[in-house]
């Protein structure tokens, strides 16, 4: 067994440079990994996991506009936010490979995670989500082993920090402009 390690941005640039030709096509990719993957410990801190690279090679404005419609999603807007179109392109892989609810189901369920437990959602907390949600409960294992989120000790995570805010959003955006209901949100979002 192999694990494949993150990359660092000489061996990102190196697997770029093998799809693309151009070096600011390359520039432009990296720069948008790093604005997603944001970490906090500088420059040097980036590691850029192989599916996400992957991803990104979808990046490619050629690629973008031919996958404008690819997705269905009320939720994200993957035509015009490419976090969204990574998102979206996690999700839809997922379906294919655990059996996992439609992208707006399982974005809707990660909404309800960062909004509820911001730290950590244990396993029991999850079924409850599930079930409000009318999901059978058997999807728990999809939703364990799903790229966005780390297992352990009996709780979920999300994978990288900025995810808990950019689910934060979604269920913001969603429940703010799109629903205009505004008494559903909770209490610690009030305060934001």
Do not use: W
Request: proline share 3%; aromatic share 14%; with cysteine.
């Amino acid at each position: 067994i192999y694990e494949l390690l993150a990359f660092d941005e000489v061996l990102a640039r190196k697997y770029f440079e093998q799809r693309f030709l151009s070096d600011r096509k390359i520039d432009y990719i990296i720069n948008d990994l790093k604005y997603i993957l944001n970490t906090k410990g500088g420059e040097q801190s980036y590691r850029f996991p192989p599916f996400i690279l992957d991803v990104a090679s979808s990046f490619d404005d050629e690629s973008v506009k031919n996958t404008i419609n690819r997705f269905n999603s009320s939720l994200l807007n993957t035509s015009a936010i490419k976090l969204d179109y990574l998102i979206a392109y996690i999700c839809e892989r997922e379906i294919a490979k655990t059996n996992q609810e439609d992208i707006d189901k399982q974005v809707y369920i990660l909404t309800q995670m960062a909004v509820k437990y911001p730290v950590r959602t244990t396993t029991a907390d999850l079924l409850q989500i599930l079930e409000n949600n009318l999901i059978n409960k058997e999807k728990i294992h999809s939703f364990l082993v799903h790229p966005l989120l780390e297992y352990s000790k009996d709780s979920l995570y999300f994978k990288y920090d900025f995810l808990k805010d950019y689910f934060k959003s979604i269920y913001l955006n969603y429940n703010l402009f799109i629903n205009k209901d505004y008494n559903i949100l909770p209490d610690p979002i009030i305060e934001i």
